[in-house]
């Protein structure tokens, strides 16, 4: 079985550019989840989507961030425009409900902004 | 405003002895908390759960404490092996979220 697939795995921008992560969850789960994972902070999560629905944004930093989930196999965070300070590893992560405990994680996206 | 605290950064076992990882919480509607372990250019994995009604649950080599009235759980492993040096976050769930600690980064040494 396929895990929680991201694409890229690594990426490098200019401050100012426009950054898109993007996730693919695991077949059959209904929810999904970003996080952002920092030395000072540890893993934080931004926004989780049940059934392709934002339920919970509170953790998204700033208006420059924002998700999308078209539908159950698609997920996008978009960090529009980027700053240094967004440098960090971003997680997505899917569960097959939102009650359940465990949740599965991809592999990371590595940004690095200029 | 950190609800849950791993507050060991780092932390060296020999192999074969036993790994003591903490975790601090404060929220006090937690009802599930997790392990989860991670190695480098990976996602974290789970591990280890115990739900707010037990104080104890074991699987394998890993064994997990909860002590309500101190808001603490801690993680045992042991024997300790050199694969099992990577970082090892604290998380805990409320409603359907989870909030993770720091994490402390565990080696064992041979």
């Keep these: ?114 | 405003d950190q609800q849950v605290k791993q507050n060991s950064p780092s932390l060296s076992v020999q192999e074969g002895r036993i790994s003591i990882l903490n975790c601090d919480y404060t929220n006090s509607m937690f009802d599930y908390f997790l392990w989860y372990k991670k190695y480098p250019a990976e996602g974290p994995t789970f591990l280890i759960s115990i739900s707010s009604i037990k104080d104890k649950n074991e699987d394998g080599r890993f064994t997990v404490f909860l002590n309500k009235s101190a808001k603490h759980l801690s993680l045992h492993i042991v024997p300790s092996q050199p694969g099992d040096s990577a970082v090892y976050f604290c998380a805990a769930k409320a409603a359907s979220k989870l909030t993770f600690g720091t994490g402390t980064r565990l080696q064992v040494t041979l």
């Design chain 1, 1 to 114: 079985d396929a895990g929680v697939i991201q694409s890229p795995r690594h990426e490098v921008t200019e401050m100012g550019q426009e950054v898109t992560l993007r996730c693919k969850p695991i077949s059959g789960h209904n929810s999904l989840f970003w996080y952002r994972q920092t030395m000072m902070r540890g893993l934080e999560l931004l926004i989780y989507f049940n059934n392709n629905v934002p339920i919970d944004d509170s953790g998204m930093p700033e208006d420059r961030f924002s998700a999308k989930m078209p539908n159950a196999s698609f997920s996008t965070l978009k960090i529009q425009p980027s700053e240094p300070r967004d440098s960090a590893v971003y997680f997505c992560a899917s569960t097959r409900l939102a009650g359940v405990n465990e949740q599965f994680f991809g592999p990371g996206t590595r940004l690095t902004v200029l």
